[in-house]
T-cell receptor, first 114, second 115 residues
Framework: EAQVTQNPRYLITVTGKKLTVTCSQNMNHEYMSWYRQDPGLGLRQIYYSMNVEVTDKGDVPEGYKVSRKEKRNFPLILESPSPNQTSLYFC?????????????FGSGTRLTVV | KQEVTQIPAALSVPEGENLVLNCSFTDSAIYNLQWFRQDPGKGLTSLLLIQSSQREQTSGRLNASLDKSSGRSTLYIAASQPGDSATYLCAVRQGSGAGSYQLTFGKGTKLSVIP
């Protein structure tokens, strides 16, 4: 089944403790992206990657890092999480070539930073 | 910068009714528009993707239309069912520039279908 897989689904952590949320897709998509969803603010893009070793900032990149060492994986790294990073996070992917491909989203990771 | 607005923010209808959800966007230079469904605390499920050159797309009881020049899209749900209860999100992908590398989302319409 074509899908985007995120892990973990739920995570509670303490301020300052480094964490990584993994994202993997099995569709050979070039483009991958991370979004966060907050009440009243909707979904906002954190980072995106056009291909292996190519990443760029979205609208809200502060406090996050990403890497794209393999085409299928795009982990989101919080080096020193803070309570304002408590949110619902989504990973998404799509074909890069051909402008009219839609996005596939993962099931989300609910992160709580205390 | 592109802005996407969805009206109404919430909608409650009795089972069996036909309904329309609205989405408007400020910049008509889009590649495509995608409608998603989100169940509480869950991921986004793609419902329909409309190319910028298309006027509508259909999938089962769902029909989405696009009027790019006026910056509007509608999602029509026929014969609504309790299982349709969810939040429906509209998202546009820009035609060029930084916006072409992301989706700009509306804040969604929360639909409740009452049995």
């Amino acid at each position: 089944e074509a899908q985007v897989t995120q892990n973990p689904r739920y995570l509670i952590t303490v301020t300052g403790k480094k964490l990584t949320v993994t994202c993997s897709q099995n569709m050979n998509h070039e483009y991958m992206s991370w979004y966060r969803q907050d009440p009243g603010l909707g979904l906002r893009q954190i980072y995106y990657s056009m291909n292996v070793e190519v990443t760029d900032k979205g609208d809200v990149p502060e406090g996050y890092k990403v890497s794209r060492k393999e085409k299928r994986n795009f982990p989101l790294i919080l080096e020193s999480p803070s309570p304002n990073q408590t949110s619902l996070y989504f990973c998404a992917s799509r074909q890069a070539r051909g402008v009219n491909y839609g996005y596939t989203f993962g099931s989300g990771t609910r992160l709580t930073v205390v | 910068k592109q802005e996407v607005t969805q009206i109404p923010a919430a909608l409650s209808v009795p089972e069996g009714e036909n309904l329309v959800l609205n989405c408007s966007f400020t910049d008509s230079a889009i590649y495509n528009l995608q409608w998603f469904r989100q169940d509480p605390g869950k991921g986004l499920t793609s419902l329909l993707l409309i190319q910028s050159s298309q006027r509508e797309q259909t999938s089962g009881r769902l029909n989405a239309s696009l009027d790019k020049s006026s910056g509007r899209s509608t999602l029509y749900i026929a014969a609504s069912q309790p299982g349709d209860s969810a939040t429906y999100l509209c998202a546009v992908r820009q035609g060029s520039g930084a916006g072409s590398y992301q989706l700009t989302f509306g804040k969604g319409t929360k639909l409740s279908v009452i049995p």
